[in-house]
């Protein structure tokens, strides 16, 4: 149970609480099995308290330290964690469901059993001392489920309940189209024209602007975006277009990719190096947009699609029955 004198200092207020934590630093706050029910303890200072058991299910956590407490067993269902610091803290078999977690350092804290269901997660921190197994992504009462890692846990549970996301899945693996270029003042025109034009034809286009330095979070990006691509559609005209987004794409990933040359531009030196994987088509070298747009379908959209077809037939041939 909880210390009677602490359990009635955090009952006046957060800012009676903090001046209560700066005079006696060396006390460890006992707070077990508390109830906190909707309280807000917002900017509180709970670093290293004893929260076991405690129930702060509603509870307003924005911006607490709670640094190295122990929330074991503790129900923060709908607490609003958004910017809490939880580094170090034991949330083992916490009841986490719909509660609210947006940019909450998660670092070193230990989450192994805690019940997430219908929580919400965005931008959180977690590194590798994060103990996160056996996260419980269903209801209780419902057969559990468990995946070990609290920001897959959202997905997951979302990809097997919501038929809407896995339509959007559905779409975007079946109908993206990545576009790659630069948006120069004389690229950007012909890029943003097809992408209309793919709309007409029931494609979803993602056009990147990689019109940025170079970093790697943006190769990254362009990684992840290939991977949900049913094809690529490169843009080689420019001179200093798209080095690093092909060098990190083709070598790796089955994805056909047409590239595009207007008039007589030239490829960078080293795109020859990439006619050897199956999947790079050859480019299509055109004479201005309105030639471009009207031979879209026959001279871009159906030679990848024949490749998409042609990679797919491979692989079902070398998958085993």
């Known amino acids: 149970m909880a210390d009677e004198e602490h359990l009635q200092i955090i009952r006046q207020g957060v800012d009676i609480w903090n001046e209560w934590r700066e005079k006696h630093p060396e006390l460890i706050p006992d707070l077990r099995e508390t109830y906190l029910v909707e309280t807000d303890l917002r900017r509180a200072d709970l670093g290293g308290a004893d929260l076991s058991g ?7 956590l924005r911006r607490a330290n709670l640094s190295g407490a122990i929330l074991g067993g503790a129900n923060l269902g709908g607490a609003y964690l958004k910017g809490a610091n939880l580094s170090r803290v034991n949330l083992a078999g916490a009841d986490l469901g719909e509660a609210v977690l947006i940019g909450t350092d998660l670092c070193g804290a230990t989450l192994n059993g805690s019940s997430v269901y219908g929580a919400s997660i965005w931008g959180i921190k977690v590194d590798d001392q994060t103990n996160q197994q056996n996260l419980i992504i269903t209801p209780l009462g ?9 920001e897959v846990a959202q997905f997951i549970y979302l990809l097997l309940n919501n038929q809407a996301i896995r339509k ?5 693996t079946s109908k993206a189209v990545l576009i790659l270029g630069r948006f120069s003042e004389d690229r950007k025109p012909v890029l943003d024209a097809v992408r209309e034009e793919l709309r007409k034809h029931d494609y979803v286009p993602i056009l990147f602007d990689f019109d940025v330095p170079e970093n790697r979070d943006i190769t990254e990006t362009v990684s992840l975006l290939a991977r949900m691509a049913r094809f690529i559609i490169a843009d080689l005209t420019d001179p200093s277009s798209i080095p690093k987004e092909l060098e990190a794409i083709v070598p ?4 056909p990719v047409q590239p595009l040359l207007e008039g007589l531009a030239k490829p960078y030196a080293m795109f020859k190096d990439y006619w050897k994987y199956d999947w790079v088509l050859p480019p299509y070298r055109y004479e201005g947009l309105q030639l471009l747009l009207a031979t879209l379908v026959e001279k871009v959209i159906g030679p990848a699609e024949a490749k998409v077809k042609a990679l797919e037939e491979r692989r079902r041939a070398i998958e085993p029955s």
């Open 54 to 60: 405690a129930d702060l299910s509603g509870a307003d």
């Open 142 to 150: 419902k057969l559990a489920i468990t995946v070990d890692d609290i």
């Open 168 to 172: 959007v899945i559905d779409t975007i």
């Open 252 to 255: 790796g990933l089955a994805v």
